[in-house]
C-alpha cells in the first residue's frame, strides 16, 4: 500500500521591487559562488531565482526555499560590507518572511 507524498508547505511572500532586488542578489551570489568553486549549485537557490523571477508581485516559496533565503538574507544584513540600502530593504525583506510564515502558522 502506497500514499501520498505529504503536501509541501508554502509561505505567500510580497517584497517590493527593492526587497526583491536584495533576494535575487544574495541568490545570484550563492549561485555564482558554487560555479566558481565548480560545485553544483543547490536545488533551492535555482527554485527561489526562478520563483522570484516568474511569480509577480506575491511569490511563493517552499518552507525549505524561505528557510534557506531568511538564512542567507539575515548573513547579507549583518556583514559590514553590506550597502546601507542594501541593509534596509534586506530587513524589510526578511520582515515579510517572517509575517508568511506566521501567516501560515
Not at 549561485?31 to 568553486?37: Q, S, V
Not at 518552507?63 to 534596509?88: C, G, K, M, N
Amino acid at each position: 500500500m502506497s500514499s501520498s507524498p505529504p503536501d509541501t508547505e508554502t509561505y505567500e511572500v510580497t517584497l517590493s521591487r527593492d526587497e526583491r532586488w536584495v533576494v535575487h542578489h544574495v541568490l545570484a551570489t550563492r549561485l555564482d559562488e558554487a560555479l566558481d568553486a565548480d560545485e553544483r549549485p543547490p536545488e533551492w537557490v535555482l527554485e527561489a531565482i526562478d520563483t522570484l523571477e516568474t511569480d509577480g508581485n506575491t511569490d511563493r516559496l517552499t518552507a525549505t526555499q524561505a528557510d534557506h533565503i531568511y538564512d542567507a538574507l539575515a548573513a547579507y544584513v549583518d556583514r559590514e560590507e553590506t550597502p546601507v540600502r542594501d541593509v534596509d530593504h534586506g530587513t524589510a525583506a526578511l520582515e515579510q518572511l517572517e509575517d508568511g510564515r506566521n501567516a501560515q502558522a
